[in-house]
């Protein structure tokens, strides 16, 4: 599994006070943390793959196989630069799709349109780099990835062969 936020008490405001030699009271530092939250429109993390992937796996009812088969594929994706030009939803619905078709089934629904907001045509070209770094992830030079979905707890994913994809199947209505 990804990593999660590390949970930690943060500080209490006096021992800041304490720090800056008391230099500045409370009432200071509360301010200031509303300017700093200000200046971030109160955004302090960012969506990440892993965040839409699980949303879209669970919109698709995907089955085990397929949701590691999502997983194995998303966490291959931080290998390749070339992934960096497509946002990170638009990587969770690939993987999405990669993975229904690969473990044969629907590749794309109305429902996975409506709460991802693409179709498949929206996705041919990042899912095309991602089937191409499935098909290369046994003989790739990074294997802990290939290694870690091998293991029998998550099904090993990585074992299964790659199937081809039609994507001439991204241009048709579902």
Not at 18 to 39: C, P, S
Not at 143 to 162: F, H, R
Request: with cysteine.
């Amino acid at each position: 599994t990804p990593p999660k936020y590390k949970k930690f008490s943060p500080p209490q405001l006096q021992e800041f006070c304490y720090i800056t030699d008391n230099t500045y009271e409370r009432e200071d530092l509360i301010l200031m943390e509303r300017r700093v939250l200000d200046v971030l429109d109160f955004e302090l993390s960012v969506p990440t793959t892993w965040m839409f992937l699980t949303r879209f796996l669970r919109v698709a009812e995907a089955d085990r196989q397929t949701e590691y088969l999502g997983m194995y594929l998303a966490e291959l994706s931080l290998l390749d630069y070339g992934l960096l030009q497509f946002l990170p939803s638009q990587i969770a619905a690939s993987c999405v799709m990669l993975a229904l078709n690969n473990n044969n089934k629907s590749h794309w629904s109305t429902t996975l349109e409506h709460y991802t907001g693409y179709t498949p045509r929206a996705l041919r070209e990042c899912a095309t780099v991602l089937h191409r770094l499935h098909a290369g992830a046994r003989t790739s030079t990074l294997p802990a990835i290939s290694e870690k979905y091998a293991k029998e707890k998550l099904d090993k994913v990585s074992d299964l062969p790659v199937r081809e994809v039609n994507f001439a199947l991204y241009d048709q209505t579902y």
